[in-house]
């Protein structure tokens, strides 16, 4: 069980940080290198262009597939939670929740449009724009265990200023409010209202529109290798180019931040395979090897008939007890058929290539455990048809499951925002600032979220920071 952080200390910023290691001396107006182009490099790149002076030809965002057939965010389920047992998540979680459902995105959208020459409101995004639905989240459990795990995180809720989650303490309760489940083998659950979920393609799509248009530089390609310094700075990077027949070319920058997702690994296996044959002396050695890792999810669009009357507006995105989950498409109404989106983290999680050929949802989870699951909770699942299915990446790091946030010990203009482990869509407003924090003022601001400990050293110092609230 974790020991609740107090907020005056997950919100102030320590005197001495192993975050304040960025290179001393840059030009008055430095160029940012982005390496990734989804949910948090689009974000960094806005905070860049929002709460800075940037120019936007000072940024170059760099990305394998700018179609985003392959993008994490966009083939995910769109949620945002606050229910987490880690402070810094549910601080994080809350501010993507004031971001993409309250109109913090609309306004750094237009803010970011009026500053660097486009008219405030000439930028095609309004608060329709995400669709989001407040739907909720619910958490199932069966054991006394994991109602004390619920309660605990209702207290870091509240610690933050939230409301508390709302607690069904025994079956009944919990049969009364959502009358679809069997509860036969519930101790009982939690909602946390106010969390939902959204369109992420929308957000991906109408960003990345923006950026070019303020006059962002934007690449389509894979970076490869890296050129550094003797004493490990990074100068530039190699970039494959996506489209055939072109030559790789350098890009350079005074920062670069690996933003890249699932394939945050292969490009930190680039600039160390550089830097160990290009003369890099007098550096720190490196026992544990980078954790974060591209591995697969699936989720599966069913439509299920004879759903009995229910009295909620929305079913809430529902993990239950063996890690199955599924959420409402749409609106339920009584009588009608029902709509879902379900999937579920995999018994067996193999280490994958980044590689668009292994998009293919994996079936045996379907027929092998989601179903069942889902017809042993809700019995009208038992006709469920499946309408559409997918794949989809996901950046898991392998030793904590949480990101890593901050500058590389050895490469010090190289700014880490990576591995949050399908966190990443909702944790992006979040980490965005920070990552500008931290690459214009060398720490987080007061008042901001203090991700001081989700710095790259705590893996090789043993001091991993681990969420239970993983889906």
């Not at 262009?49 to 769109?78: E, H, Q, V």
């Not at 530039?236 to 920058?253: I, L, M, Q, R």
Request: one cysteine or more; aromatic letters at 8%; charged letters at 20%.
């Amino acid at each position: 069980m974790h020991t609740l952080r107090p907020l005056p200390s997950l919100l102030s910023f320590p005197s001495k940080s192993p975050l304040l290691r960025r290179i001393s001396s840059v030009p008055s107006s430095p160029h940012y290198t982005i390496c990734g182009a989804g949910a948090v490099g689009l974000s960094l790149c806005l905070s860049l262009l929002t709460k800075t002076s940037t120019p936007p030809s000072n940024i170059t965002l760099i990305d394998p597939d700018l179609t985003y057939a392959r993008n994490s965010a966009c083939l995910s389920a769109g949620g945002v939670r606050t229910a987490f047992t880690v402070p810094e998540n549910v601080a994080a979680g809350l501010e993507g929740l004031k971001y993409y459902r309250d109109g913090g995105w609309v306004k750094d959208v237009n803010e970011a449009g009026e500053r660097h020459g486009m008219g405030r409101g000439d930028t095609d995004v309004n608060g329709d724009t995400l669709q989001f639905q407040e739907g909720g989240y619910m958490f199932l459990s069966s054991t006394d265990e994991g109602m004390d795990s619920l309660k605990h995180t209702s207290k870091i809720r509240q610690s933050l200023g939230l409301p508390p989650s709302t607690i069904f303490s025994d079956p009944s309760s919990l049969s009364s409010a959502y009358p679809y489940l069997n509860v036969s083998d519930l101790k009982g659950g939690a909602v946390t209202e106010g969390d939902g979920w959204f369109d992420p393609y929308s957000f991906i799509t109408s960003t990345m529109k923006l950026v070019k248009n303020l006059g962002v530089n934007v690449i389509t390609g894979q970076v490869v290798q890296a050129k550094l310094e003797p004493e490990g700075t990074l100068t530039s990077v190699k970039v494959d180019p996506s489209e055939a027949g072109k030559t790789s070319f350098d890009v350079k920058g005074d920062y670069f931040v690996n933003a890249a997702g699932a394939g945050g690994g292969l490009l930190m296996e680039a600039i160390e395979r550089c830097a160990s044959t290009s003369g890099v002396t007098a550096l720190p050695s490196n026992s544990v090897p980078y954790p974060v890792k591209a591995r697969k999810r699936s989720v599966f669009h069913i439509r299920s008939r004879g759903f009995p009357e229910v009295d909620v507006e929305r079913i809430p995105l529902t993990v239950n007890t063996d890690g199955v989950w599924f959420r409402g498409v749409g609106k339920v109404e009584a009588g009608k058929d029902v709509e879902v989106i379900c999937g579920c983290t995999p018994e067996v999680d193999p280490d994958l290539e980044y590689r668009e050929d292994l998009l293919e949802p994996r079936w045996g989870e379907w027929e092998g455990r989601i179903w069942e699951s889902l017809y042993n909770r809700v019995e009208a699942f038992g006709n469920a048809k499946v309408l559409n299915s997918w794949g989809g990446f996901y950046e898991y790091n392998t030793s904590d499951q949480n990101g890593i946030i901050g500058f590389h010990p050895k490469h010090r203009n190289l700014l880490i925002l990576n591995g949050f482990s399908g966190h990443g869509l909702q944790q992006a407003p979040s980490v965005g600032k920070a990552g500008m924090e931290l690459l214009t003022e060398g720490k987080f601001k007061e008042g901001s979220i203090d991700w001081s400990r989700f710095d790259l050293e705590r893996f090789e110092e043993g001091r991993l920071v681990f969420e239970e609230g993983i889906v």
